[in-house]
């Protein structure tokens, strides 16, 4: 049952809280990014200018920033990536919507946390989303500022796109993850005269996993250095700015 605080809100929001719409993924070679920020601040376009462009340029970039707003882009838009970069929807009463989200992922879409998120939520919430509503064993780690290295052993969907190569990554960093699922890795990680994996926690400010059909990624830099918005553009599956909108011919496929 729902809470009387929900429903002092009115049908309007108690619906689309409670009951929200499903997310039906769209065609890869037409990508659409989808960015859910409900509590967005005035200077974030400004602060991530470059990101934005390159969003604009590469792929359809729609915004929601509000329940009512999602709901009504989801009425006639198929998203191919979403973008999740603050906190607001890890309220509980939110918790229906994350579901429709993790959901998006399985059926083949992919789902990033970035920018603001890891630095607007709390670290408690953070490890239980991944946990109990992902399944995945990522934990927060701390915040750093390291020269990273792309990571050899990275999935091999990342091996075919643009990616910086040492980025100085500013931010927050996971642990506990999977030798495939660090994109960057320290320089220390990478010992030529270890047979096995040299792993430092698992821990990485760049995540990204196969989630059932789909994908989920953690860009944990959130100071919008270079390098950023071509790795968040990379996760999306973004190619060259405008790529998608030039007809493939039958040598391109």
Same mark, same amino acid.
């Given at each position: 049952?729902?809470?009387?605080?929900?429903?002092?809100?009115?049908w309007k929001t108690h619906k689309i809280?409670?009951?929200?719409?499903?997310?039906?993924?769209?065609?890869?070679?037409?990508p659409t990014v989808l960015h859910i920020t409900?509590? &967005?601040?005035?200077?974030?376009? &400004?602060?991530?200018?470059? =990101? =934005?462009?390159?969003?604009?340029?590469g792929s359809k970039y729609l915004e929601a920033m509000s329940p009512h707003e999602l709901t009504e882009i989801l009425k006639t838009e198929k998203p191919t990536a979403l973008l999740i970069t603050d906190n607001t929807l890890m309220e509980d009463m939110y918790a229906g919507m994350r579901a429709k989200?993790?959901?998006?992922?399985?059926s083949g879409g992919t789902v990033i946390f970035c920018c603001w998120f890891a630095g607007t939520t709390e670290e408690e919430v953070i490890d239980k989303m991944f946990k109990t509503e992902w399944d995945l064993p990522w934990k927060c780690g701390g915040m750093f500022k390291i020269t990273m290295r792309l990571n050899p052993y990275r999935w091999t969907k990342l091996h075919t796109v643009d990616l910086?190569?040492?980025?100085a990554l500013r931010g927050y960093y996971l642990d506990s993850a999977m030798k495939e699922e660090s994109v960057y890795i320290s320089a220390r990680e990478r010992r030529a005269n270890k047979a096995s994996w040299v792993h430092d926690k698992g821990r990485s400010a760049v995540l990204f996993t196969h989630y059932g059909s789909g994908w989920i990624g953690f860009v944990g830099d959130d100071y919008a250095r270079d390098g950023s918005a071509d790795i968040i553009c990379a996760l999306c599956g973004l190619r060259n700015p405008g790529w998608w909108r030039t007809p493939l011919s039958w040598r391109d496929v």
């Open positions: 049952m729902c809470s009387k605080l929900i429903n002092r809100q009115g809280v409670c009951d929200p719409p499903s997310i039906t993924l769209g065609i890869y070679t037409e409900f509590a &967005k601040k005035f200077y974030f376009d &400004k602060i991530y200018a470059v =990101l =934005l462009e390159k969003l604009q340029e989200i993790v959901e998006f992922a399985k910086p190569d040492k980025p």
